[in-house]
């Protein structure tokens, strides 16, 4: 088996790696304000860019991290095939957990997150209206 040899890293580059992760945290708040979804659909480009591009950013910075700080750069075969596969298993979950909400079904009385519109009957007359904020079926009432 071969001797694995010890990497020592120049304090110069973890700077270089902090300093574009810090970078790529101003472009994650930046994007995060900025609404890229009306452009796209305005220029029929689609929906969803500012999931895709947010979810580009942190990819790269969980690699910046991965390589880098978790010294997977000079590791051995053995160590990628274990960070693969947990980069496998994260790309199963994303896709089952998004095969799943895009497959939904929206009836009439739920909205697109999947939780119930709540419907107050009008009060009969002579009583006071029920207000919303009251209704017993509503998450976060405790009647």
């Keep these: 088996m071969a001797e ?3 990497h020592i890293a120049a304090p110069r580059m973890y ?3 902090l300093i574009a992760l810090m970078i790529l945290l101003v472009a994650t ?3 995060a304000f900025i609404d890229l979804d009306a452009w796209t659909t305005a220029h029929h480009l689609g929906a969803g860019w500012n999931t895709v591009v947010a979810l580009l950013i942190a990819m790269l910075k969980a690699a ?3 390589l880098f700080f978790m010294h997977l750069k000079y590791a ?3 160590t990628w095939v274990f960070a693969s596969a947990g980069v496998v298993w994260l790309g199963i979950m994303l ?3 998004m095969s799943d909400y895009f497959t939904r079904n929206h009836p009439p009385g739920v909205n697109a997150k999947g939780e119930p519109n709540y419907i107050v009957e009008p009060a009969p007359p002579g009583h006071p209206s029920p207000r ?3 209704y017993p079926g509503q998450p976060g009432s405790y009647h």
């Design 4 to 6: 694995v040899k010890e």
């Design 15 to 17: 700077i270089g790696v």
């Design 29 to 31: 708040i930046i994007t």
């Design 64 to 66: 910046l991290i991965a």
């Design 76 to 78: 051995s075969r053995l």
């Design 95 to 97: 896709t089952l957990t």
């Design 132 to 134: 919303i904020d009251n």
